[in-house]
C-alpha cells in the first residue's frame, strides 16, 4: 500500500509539472500579450514590463521561475486583476466552488445510483424505460438551459431560492441542484449498464441456481462489480466540479473559480491560469488514487501492489 502511494505521488507530481509547463508554454508561445489593451503602447513601455516580469529572459528560464514560484507556494500576481495575488483569487474563489460542487456531486451519488439501479432490477420494464428516458434528457440538457428553468421556477414563482449572488444560506441549492441534475443523469446511466452487466454473469446465475435469495445476489455479489465502472467516473466527475463549472456559476451569478478559467485565457492571464490548470489536475491526481484504493476494497482480485 505504502509503495503504491508513493508511486503515484510520484506520478502525480510528474502530472502537475507537465500540465503547468504546458500551460505556461501555450500562453507564452501563442500570439498576444497579457499586457494588451485597447490603446497602442509605446515600445520602450513594453520593454519596462518586459524587463520587470521577466518576459526579456529565455522562455526556460521564466518556466523554471513560475514552477518554482508554484513549488513553495510563493504564487505570482495576476495580469489582469491588478493588485491581487493568484492565491488570493483563488481562495476567495475555492470556497465557493468546492461548497456548490461537493453538494452537486451528493446529489448526483444519491439520486443517480437508486435510480439507475431500480431500472437495472427492472431491465426492459417500463420504470427501466422511463428512468432511461429521462437520465438520456438529463445527459442532453447543458446547464446554461437547466440553469434558467430551474432558477425560473423555484426563485422567480416560488421564491424559495434566491436566483442570483452568494449572499444567503440557501445560495447553493440552485446551482448544486443544476450540476447535480445534470451529472445525475450519466450516474444513473452507468449504474444501469453496469449492474445490468454483472446481473449477467455466470457466477450470478451460479448463485440464483443454488437459491440464494435475489436481494442478496444483487447486494453482495452484483452491486459491487457494478459500482466498479461507475467509480471510474466519479474520480473525474468530483473533480471538475469541485474546480468550478463557468456556465452555471455565470448563470447564478457566483463568485467562484469558474468564471476565471475563461476569463485568465481570454485576457492571457497565464499565472493564473496556470494555478487554476495546477489545482485541477491536483484534485484528478487525488481523486485517481481515491478511486484505485476504492477499487480494490471493493474488488479482492484488484492488487494495489499490481497496479
Not at 25 to 48: D, H, K, Q, T
Not at 59 to 64: E, T, Y
Amino acid at each position: 500500500m505504502i509503495r503504491f502511494i508513493l508511486s503515484r505521488f510520484i506520478q502525480g507530481i510528474i502530472v502537475i509539472v507537465a500540465v503547468l509547463s504546458i500551460t505556461f508554454l501555450i500562453f507564452r508561445l501563442g500570439p498576444g500579450s497579457p499586457f494588451a489593451s485597447g490603446r497602442e503602447m509605446p515600445e520602450y513601455v513594453r520593454e519596462n514590463l518586459d524587463r520587470i516580469y521577466g518576459f526579456d529572459k529565455p522562455i526556460i528560464v521564466q518556466l523554471w521561475r513560475h514552477l518554482v514560484s508554484f513549488a513553495t507556494f510563493d504564487l505570482p500576481v495576476s495580469f489582469r486583476l491588478k493588485g491581487w495575488g493568484v492565491g488570493e483569487i483563488i481562495a476567495q474563489g475555492l470556497p465557493v466552488s468546492f461548497t456548490v460542487g461537493g453538494a452537486a456531486f451528493l446529489i448526483a451519488i444519491l439520486l443517480g445510483i437508486p435510480a439507475g439501479a431500480l431500472a437495472a432490477l427492472r431491465a426492459g420494464k417500463l420504470r427501466d424505460r422511463v428512468t432511461m428516458a429521462a437520465a438520456t434528457l438529463g445527459v442532453c440538457v447543458p446547464s446554461l438551459v437547466l440553469g434558467p428553468v430551474i432558477s425560473l421556477v423555484f426563485g422567480l414563482k416560488l421564491h424559495w431560492f434566491n436566483t442570483a449572488g452568494w449572499g444567503s444560506s440557501g445560495d447553493w441549492v440552485l446551482p448544486s441542484v443544476t450540476l447535480g441534475l445534470i451529472s445525475a443523469a450519466a450516474v444513473a446511466r452507468l449504474t444501469r449498464g453496469g449492474l445490468c452487466e454483472a446481473l449477467a454473469a455466470d457466477h450470478i446465475r451460479t448463485a440464483r441456481a443454488k437459491g440464494v435469495e435475489e436481494k442478496m445476489i444483487v447486494a453482495r455479489h452484483a452491486f459491487k462489480l457494478a459500482c466498479l465502472p461507475l467509480i471510474n467516473y466519479l474520480g473525474p466527475l468530483a473533480a471538475g466540479l469541485m474546480s468550478g463549472s463557468f456556465v452555471t456559476e455565470t448563470v447564478f451569478q457566483l463568485p467562484g473559480l469558474g468564471r476565471h478559467f475563461v476569463s485568465s485565457a481570454l485576457h492571457k492571464d497565464f499565472t493564473l491560469a496556470m494555478c487554476l490548470a495546477g489545482l485541477f489536475a491536483a484534485l484528478i491526481v487525488i481523486f485517481n488514487l481515491l478511486v484505485d484504493i476504492l477499487q480494490a476494497w471493493l474488488n479482492p482480485r484488484i492488487r494495489l501492489s499490481d497496479q
